[in-house]
Structures are given as structure tokens and as C-alpha cells.
């Protein structure tokens, strides 16, 4: 049976499984769904058309579920999704999505989610992302997996951050971030390169990430023509498209966006 603290609100229509531990102060909505393991510790808030997975941890002032932030949704059947083993800490939020998308945001797996930061309506995020305290994502962002987001960083409407990137401290980004692209400097600055610490926390290998610091030189030379030439100059070479990391990278830069591909300055 679940362990629910007497203080706690509880909609009778929620589904909770047994073994999940509700602190005191919180309130649990009727269309939410809480799964094995998960822990709400104390004054957080579940709400909307919610389903959480398995051992997530919850930490105190979180709100989850809640409707979308914006003036021309207000959508009752609207979604958020989240999977196993994510952390939220202190007064993180996270919105349904939206009418004017999917009406679906999604969080994945293994993430960690510091002080304050805010997954906003239609938002994509995938396994393993660290979001550091502050950061926002505004509205329909995808985060690919690995992604580090830092401390009071915020991320445009509609951004793609590929997997394995690194956007430092108070960066302001307004620009796809290719996979493990590396965003640092502030507000609005370039691409800074790829990034390093991240590709060898991965286990990639010193040859294949000297190979794509090679293609990354090749396709942000704006010596070389324009950026479509460069794509198509990266992709007719054999070795490193077979390099699977590379191969992603082009694969990013080509599906289509509503915002360009972040250059270096």
C-alpha cells in the first residue's frame, strides 16, 4: 500500500502504485498517474492529465502537470509524460503541452532537473539531459540525450539542442545546437566548438573525436561556400560519414527547423 502522508490531497480517481511514498502537503490530481518507486517528499504539486513513471524522486515546491503558460492554449486533455529514474529538485516545473502543438510534452528517462528549472508546454526532452538551476526551456524545445543545459541558460521556442551538447552558464540560445556542439560566453554568442569533456565522458575514441573536430572545420569554413555546400562537402567524404557521431551531426543540420544551425562567431 502506498505510504501517503495525512496531510497530503489525493484525488480518489488518481492511480498511485503501492509502493510509492507521498510527503506531507502535497496534492496529487484526479487524472494523474504516479508509477512504482517514486517519491514525492513533501509540498509538491501533480496536476492535469499527468502519468510519471518509476522511481522518480520529487522534491519539495515542485509543480508538475499544470497547464501550459501560454494565451491561446488552455487545453483540459493536454498531456506530460515523464519516465523513470528523473530527479526533481526544489521548484522545478514542468507544463503540459499545448493546443497549439501536439498537446504533449514529454521528459525521458535518467534526468536530473536542479533548483528552478522549467520544462515549458510541447517540450521533447530525451534521456540522461542535466538541466542546472534556473535553466528554461520555452515552449515546443527538443533536447536530445546526454545534453547539459547550465545554470539560468534559456533556450528559444522551438530550438533543437542535439544530443550531447553543453550550453554553459546565462547562454541565451536562439539557434539549433548541433550534437555535441558547445555553446559558452553568454548571451547570444556562437557555436564554441564541440564539446570535448562530453564526448570522452562517452567513451568516443581520440581518433573519431579528432575526426570530427576535422569535419566540424570543414563544415562551419565559411571560406568553403555557402553552408549547404559545406554540408554536401562533409557528406562525400566515406570516412567521415562512417563515423556514426558525424553521420549525426549531418542528419541534424538537415531536418528541417524553424531556427538556423548556431554558428561559430
Not at 511514498?21 to 509538491?44: A, D, K, M, Q
Not at 501550459?68 to 529538485?89: E, M, V, Y
Request: aromatic share 4%; net charge negative.
Amino acid at each position: 500500500m502506498a505510504k501517503i502522508h495525512p496531510s497530503a490531497v489525493i484525488h480518489p480517481n488518481a492511480k498511485i502504485a503501492d509502493d510509492v511514498e507521498i510527503g506531507p502537503f502535497c496534492s496529487v490530481g484526479e487524472h494523474v498517474e504516479i508509477g512504482s518507486g517514486t517519491r514525492l517528499i513533501s509540498h509538491v504539486v501533480v496536476d492535469g492529465v499527468t502519468k510519471i513513471g518509476q522511481r522518480n524522486t520529487i522534491y519539495p515546491f515542485a509543480a508538475l502537470g499544470l497547464l501550459a503558460q501560454h494565451k491561446r492554449s488552455n487545453a483540459p486533455d493536454a498531456q506530460l509524460i515523464i519516465g523513470d529514474d528523473n530527479t526533481f529538485r526544489e521548484h522545478v516545473t514542468a507544463h503540459v503541452g499545448s493546443d497549439v502543438d501536439n498537446k504533449i510534452t514529454i521528459i525521458g528517462n535518467r534526468n536530473l532537473f536542479l533548483v528552478a528549472s522549467h520544462i515549458a508546454h510541447d517540450c521533447v526532452l530525451g534521456d540522461d539531459i542535466v538541466m542546472s538551476n534556473n535553466a528554461t526551456l520555452a515552449g515546443h524545445v527538443h533536447v536530445g540525450n546526454k545534453a547539459i543545459i547550465g545554470g539560468l541558460a534559456a533556450v528559444l521556442q522551438f530550438t533543437r539542442i542535439g544530443e550531447g551538447a553543453m550550453i554553459g552558464g546565462m547562454c541565451g540560445v536562439t539557434r539549433d545546437i548541433i550534437t555535441y556542439g558547445l555553446m559558452m560566453g553568454g548571451i547570444r554568442q556562437g557555436l564554441s566548438g564541440l564539446n570535448l569533456i562530453g564526448l570522452q565522458r562517452a567513451g568516443v575514441e581520440k581518433e573519431n573525436i579528432m575526426m570530427m573536430q576535422q569535419a566540424y572545420k570543414a563544415l562551419f569554413n565559411k571560406d568553403n561556400g555557402t553552408f549547404t555546400e559545406r554540408i554536401a562537402l562533409v557528406e562525400q567524404n566515406d570516412v567521415w560519414m562512417q563515423n556514426p557521431l558525424i553521420k549525426a551531426q549531418i542528419e541534424f543540420v538537415k531536418n528541417p527547423s524553424k531556427n538556423n544551425i548556431l554558428q561559430p562567431d
